[in-house]
């Protein structure tokens, strides 16, 4: 079996049909993980013990005959998610010793499931990062060019899946997290509407935006996960309670009629031409498929970027002062008091990212500018939800690039994290309506890089979305081309 | 220069639930250090806050019960700081929108019912407990404490000397407990008061500078520190000195109050909205719900007390001082039937004293009301004495039992029998003939002595009302 053109679903029915053994599959990905992921380094921990007992019940259950469908799949999680007995970092130093006593509600689920854990994915430390550069793991290098970032901050999960190193990868997007790795490394990713997955053990960067969600190669794919991953969870006071859906049911659903929005602001300069040309031609593939196309506005989009680094930095600052070395996580070996031990503890376990986000958003919660930031950002929010809903009127998904550029190069935004954020100017409006939104690949652009195609969908209209971008991929193959590092 | 004293209070009461007001851990009191603390308690990555709806449950009967409004809607906002028994680094607290507003508490100043507004009533969760001692120059972290739903109520600044202080204090407490909210129990730190106290020249409008004074963890604490305080205060501004805003903490052991931080150390809490929890929507049939569950508030119990039973307003006050004694009365008048001022006597007299004795609480009383019901209505039907009633509430007290059983073992019955009563009174006057004939010749003070040794020969027994009967008529020849 070539593991690097098989589609989960194809895996999951040569583990029901016994042509392969789930101890077999998690074995050939651990080798693919050792012989591949030194170059990328899309892991930070890999456990091959635990995965193999994993492997090894998962088979117990399939020869019972009580197996699901993705009982025996390896899957291959952020290091945000909190699963026992793991380390689990967030990709900080902070958590650099952190062996989760717990499992999140998504760990449960999969286990629920049958599924396996491959391993955890690299990210930028606690999620804070559009390159994957401020891992205190390391980088982690894009596949379809190692001296390009996959995007973050889920790029170790987006690169593990393009390298085909695992099936499917979880992942989080907290302002584009999800779909602009997804369409730097040319595979398909999803963010559900807010509080269909649950947040409970998945470690907090700013809890109104934070959305677990998946990447995989198809949108087939990220359906059969998200079947598993969604569910509510009381744990979880914005966990949502509706009855459990098949994110398959739609999948073959003819396009006759869709109306495609496009939002002026999206497509008004700032986006690179190869980006564009992709868009373009992916545009007309679903004319040819019977969508038409109508222009909207989303006048606020420009105000998304500044909003989202006034709130996310707010609610980061907060969630992350657990972070002290009092209970768990990094204490400074030498201090002189408590002042200090805090001082030093913080100042030696949070990279230089963390710490401009925590100070922004403690400078944005002070008394005297709370009004002016804060309040001021939330009501630009609502203004910004408002517009989603008004154009909801008027087509039934919204397209658009998922980001200005192909991948960037490693280093080239670092030094100025104002051009860094700006990068995701087309995801972020999406966090702070909390809608669901996908990125699709749809091309190549300058270098050969992967061009992501977005669709934004309505409140719970993830069916609808992946059967959408489904349809795309039936008659493209974007989906199934992987980088020349994959097949070795 | 006469001097107007100004105090209002913040009062934490600690609410009587089962389980913590974000986690499902116990909030039960004395358990092994951090043996009751759960994962969202020690605020490990990635934990999320659920509120528990009996604390919510429990601030709508406090807002009905001190007639405040309940929020139909009303927010939880994070207070961000640092401390080592904070694991979140912020504590959960209402800010801008609290459960409760207004409301009032009755005292009394004058002899006149006073109100003494309330500004707000919250809910947030407790800290944990730091310990300085036993560890070797380290600090201990108990978090079993961490996340103890608390109702913060305060007061406005309405009363007038530390006395009014504590009586709203003792109201105060009384009505939490009374609603079955707070076990209020002071010594484990489930009432505590936070005083703001300031002084003005007499018929000044504007207020002085406050300091608030913490630690005021008993009553009589609570009076001392806020005297010591006000005299502080007074001495300092008629010796040419201004009052700085601050924090200061009572010392009982040296009776004073020291400051612990200034106005220009307070911290930036930097309040806001928690994005982990929804806004609380409490809809009326919940409030509805909860009114009905409420029981008669004691205010009302007092009023019904004196028009239904014919008590006086002292007695009436005396047996609502709390709940459970108002239940052992109500539940002594239901056993002894149109006696409201024999059952009131004995609860107000015998068994408060009892329980003070012994140090007990109405709760844990030795005598139960079905078991003092049987005394009393010995008393009412004659059977024994007033006297001899004492003699047997003590033995029920100590060894327990029914008062008919004690009365027929020992023999403790009230002689009413005429006859016996006649033959005795006959005895005392064939042996006693000289004063026999003082008292008919009108020394009438002589009768107290044949109530005496009539007595005496009964052994305490006789009807006394029969006996003086027998006696005046006998004597009068």
């Known amino acids: ?488 | 220069m006469e001097w107007e004293v100004v105090i209002g209070l913040e009062t934490h009461a600690q609410l009587a639930t089962h389980s913590k007001i974000f986690s499902g851990a116990s909030t039960a009191f004395g358990a092994a250090p951090n043996a009751q603390a759960c994962a969202v308690d020690l605020a490990l990555p990635g934990v999320l806050p659920v509120l528990n709806r009996a604390a919510v449950e429990h601030a709508i009967r406090f807002g009905l019960a001190v007639g405040g409004e309940v929020a139909a809607r009303s927010v939880f906002a994070r207070k961000n700081y640092f401390y080592p028994d904070l694991p979140k680094g912020y504590q959960i607290s209402q800010f801008e929108i609290p459960v409760v507003s207004g409301g009032r508490i009755f005292i009394e100043r004058d002899g006149v019912e006073t109100a003494i507004r309330l500004t707000r009533a919250h809910l947030e969760e407790d800290a944990g407990k730091s310990l300085h001692e036993d560890f070797h120059g380290l600090s201990g972290i108990d978090l079993n404490r961490a996340g103890t739903p608390l109702l913060e109520i305060v007061s406005e600044p309405d009363m007038r000397s530390a006395a009014e202080a504590v009586a709203y204090a003792r109201i105060l407490h009384r009505l939490v407990t009374w609603i079955g909210i707070c076990d209020g129990n002071m010594q484990e730190g489930s009432f505590r008061c936070d005083a703001n106290v300031s002084v003005r020249p007499k018929g000044q409008q504007a207020f002085g500078t406050r300091c608030e004074i913490k630690n005021l963890n008993s009553f009589r604490f609570m009076e001392k520190a806020i005297e010591y305080e006000i005299q502080r205060q007074i001495e300092w501004i008629e010796s040419g000195g201004t009052v700085v805003q601050e924090t200061r903490l009572y010392d009982p052991d040296r009776d004073e109050t020291r400051p612990m931080r200034s106005k220009e150390d307070a911290q930036d809490y930097r309040y806001f909205p928690d994005p982990d929890l929804l806004p609380l929507c409490i809809d009326t049939p919940w409030i509805d719900r909860v009114r009905e569950s409420l029981p008669e508030l004691p205010e009302a119990m007092r009023g019904r007390f004196v028009t239904d039973f014919g008590l006086s307003p002292y007695d009436a006050g005396v047996l609502t001082a709390s709940y459970d004694l108002a239940q052992y009365f109500l539940a002594l008048m239901a056993d002894v039937a149109g006696e409201a001022k024999l059952c009131a006597n004995w609860v107000s007299g015998e068994l408060a004293a009892a329980l003070h004795r012994d140090g007990l609480e109405v709760r844990q009383s030795r005598i139960s009301p079905a078991q003092l019901g049987g005394l009393l209505r010995r008393i009412q039907d004659g059977t024994v004495s007033g006297k001899m009633a004492k003699e047997i509430f003590d033995a029920l007290w100590n060894d327990g039992g029914d008062a008919d059983t004690i009365i027929a073992s020992k023999g403790l019955q009230q002689i009413s029998d005429v006859s016996a009563l006649e033959k005795i009174v006959e005895e005392l006057m064939a042996a006693h003939p000289d004063q026999v004939a003082e008292y008919r010749s009108g020394k009438e003070k002589v009768f107290g002595f044949f109530v005496g040794r009539a007595m005496k020969a009964s052994g305490g027994r006789a009807n006394p009302a029969q006996l003086n009967a027998i006696l005046k008529a006998r004597l009068a020849g």
């Not at chain 1, 050792?34 to 090894?56: K, M, N, V, Y």
């Not at chain 1, 019940?57 to 009580?66: L, M």
């Not at chain 1, 907060?318 to 031990?341: C, E, H, I, P």
Request: hydrophobic fraction near 40%.
């Open chain 1, 1 to 488: 079996m070539n593991l690097a053109n098989t589609s989960l679903r194809q895996l999951a029915q040569a583990l029901q049909a016994r042509q392969v053994s789930s101890r077999e599959l998690a074995q050939a990905y651990l080798e693919r993980i050792a012989r591949l992921d030194s170059g990328l380094g899309a892991f930070i921990t890999t456990d091959h013990e635990r995965t193999l007992a994993q492997a090894d019940a998962a088979d117990a259950r399939i020869a019972s005959g009580t197996a699901g469908p993705l009982t025996g799949i390896p899957i291959a999680h952020k290091d945000i998610f909190c699963a026992q007995g793991w380390l689990t970092t967030c990709g900080s130093k902070m958590l650099s010793s952190f062996v989760s006593p717990y499992d999140a509600h998504v760990i449960e689920q999969f286990e629920v499931a049958g599924a396996l854990i491959l391993g955890k994915t690299n990210m930028d430390e606690f999620a804070m990062g559009s390159s994957n550069e401020t891992s205190f793991y390391g980088q982690v290098k894009n596949p379809w060019d190692l001296t390009r970032v996959p995007g973050g901050s889920s790029g170790g999960s987006a690169a593990a899946v393009a390298a085909r190193l695992a099936p499917a990868a979880t992942a989080t997007d907290t302002g584009g997290s999800i779909r602009q790795p997804a369409a730097l490394c040319g595979i398909s990713g999803i963010k559900p509407t807010y509080g269909l997955v649950s947040r409970y053990g998945m470690i907090a960067y700013a809890s109104s935006l934070d959305q677990g969600g998946v990447v995989a190669p198809s949108a087939d794919d990220l359906g059969l996960v998200l079947n598993t991953m969604v569910g509510f969870d009381a744990r979880d006071s914005t966990s949502i309670e509706r009855p459990r859906e098949d994110y398959t049911a739609l999948l073959d659903q003819p396009l006759k009629g869709l109306r495609i929005g496009l939002p002026r602001e999206f497509f008004s300069g700032g986006v690179s031409a190869d980006v564009e040309r992709a868009i373009e031609a992916a545009l007309q593939e679903y004319e040819r498929l019977g969508a038409t196309r109508v222009e909207i506005s989303l006048p606020n989009t420009a105000l998304s970027v500044p909003v989202y680094y006034v709130l996310a930095p707010a609610e980061a600052s907060s969630n992350l002062s657990r972070f002290d070395g009092v209970r768990y996580g990094w204490r400074a070996s030498r201090y002189t008091d408590l002042a200090d031990m805090y001082e030093r503890s913080r100042a030696e376990g949070f990279g230089p990212e963390v710490k401009r986000r925590i100070l922004t958003g403690t400078y944005v919660l002070s008394r005297g500018y709370y009004d002016a930031y804060y309040l001021q950002a939330q009501r630009v929010r609502r203004l910004i939800v408002n517009d989603f809903k008004h154009a909801f009127t008027q087509c039934d998904v919204i397209m658009g690039p998922s980001t200005p550029t192909v991948a960037f190069g490693l280093g080239e935004k670092s030094s100025d994290p104002i051009q860094m954020y700006l990068s995701d100017i087309f995801t972020i409006s999406v966090n702070l309506a909390g809608l669901p939104g996908l990125s699709i690949p749809a091309g190549f652009g300058e270098g050969g890089l992967p061009v992501g195609l977005q669709l934004i969908g309505d409140y719970f209209s993830e069916a609808r979305l992946l059967n959408v971008a489904h349809r795309y991929q039936q008659v493209t193959d974007w989906h199934a081309r992987v980088p020349a590092l994959a097949s070795a």
